[in-house]
């Protein structure tokens, strides 16, 4: 099956620091990825619909200022974490539709902000 | 938003018992699906029922959707301690957009 990869897969920072996720689709081409959060014991949480080649499309709540999402190619989005703080530390997951829309879940990524 | 709810929230059993977990949403949908979570780990699909579907096998696992209750269940037999897990079920509502909305999620513990 279609296999989406994450990096890093884990990540620690000092508060105030930005953090990159990037988010890859390893072998199909995916003009749409998702970035969702989930904090510890909870449910996943949409955060953005990223577009190749478009901004991204925020859920409410989600400031776009905090979070940005770059889309650059078919096969890569990253998400950064901007100033990051301790609220922020979570798991944050990617997703990846491929041209029949079949959704495919990337790692993860466990950011712990200090 | 979330839309999905599974209940209940968390459940125990003992090996080779039954497992079920159930889910119910709010809007119309084009499909749900349920995933499995392992704790801290990234989230594997375990099968995908359409809104024109009412019952999926795969396995050990059995999915039923009723459409017009806006609910879905997800049956593991003959349970393993391997099993243990969050399950989520998730619906892909219908937008056009293939966004998923995730339940809060069930937490399987089987006990060997």
């Known amino acids: 099956g279609a296999v989406v990869s994450q990096h890093p897969s884990r990540v620690i920072c000092k508060s105030g620091t930005s953090v990159k996720i990037e988010c890859r689709s390893l072998?199909?081409?995916?003009?749409?990825m998702f970035w969702y959060r989930q904090f510890p014991k909870q449910s996943l949480m949409l955060m953005a619909t990223s577009n190749e080649g478009s901004k991204a499309t925020y859920e409410q709540g989600v400031e776009k200022d905090k979070f940005l999402i770059n889309h650059a190619s078919l096969t890569l989005s990253t998400l950064t974490v901007t100033s990051a703080h301790p609220e922020d530390s979570s798991f944050y997951i990617c997703?990846?539709?491929?041209?029949?829309?079949?959704?495919?879940f990337g790692p993860g990524t466990r950011l712990t902000v200090l | 938003s979330q839309q999905g709810e599974e209940d209940p929230q968390a459940l125990s059993i003992q090996e080779g018992e039954n497992a079920t977990m159930n889910c119910s949403y709010k809007?119309?949908?084009?499909?749900l699906q349920w995933y499995r979570q392992n704790s801290g780990r990234g989230l594997v699909h375990l099968i995908l029922i359409r809104s024109n579907e009412r019952e999926k096998h795969s396995g050990r696992l059995r999915v039923t959707l009723d459409t017009s209750k806006k609910s879905s269940s997800l049956l593991i037999t003959a349970s393993r301690a391997a099993d243990t897990a969050s399950y989520f079920c998730?619906?892909?509502?219908?937008?056009?957009?293939?966004?998923?909305?995730f339940g809060k999620g069930t937490m399987l513990l089987v006990s060997p």
């Open positions: 997703s990846a539709l491929n041209t029949v829309k079949e959704q495919f």
């Open positions: 809007t119309s949908i084009n499909n």
């Open positions: 072998d199909f081409q995916a003009t749409t």
């Open positions: 998730a619906t892909d509502e219908n937008s056009g957009y293939s966004t998923l909305t």
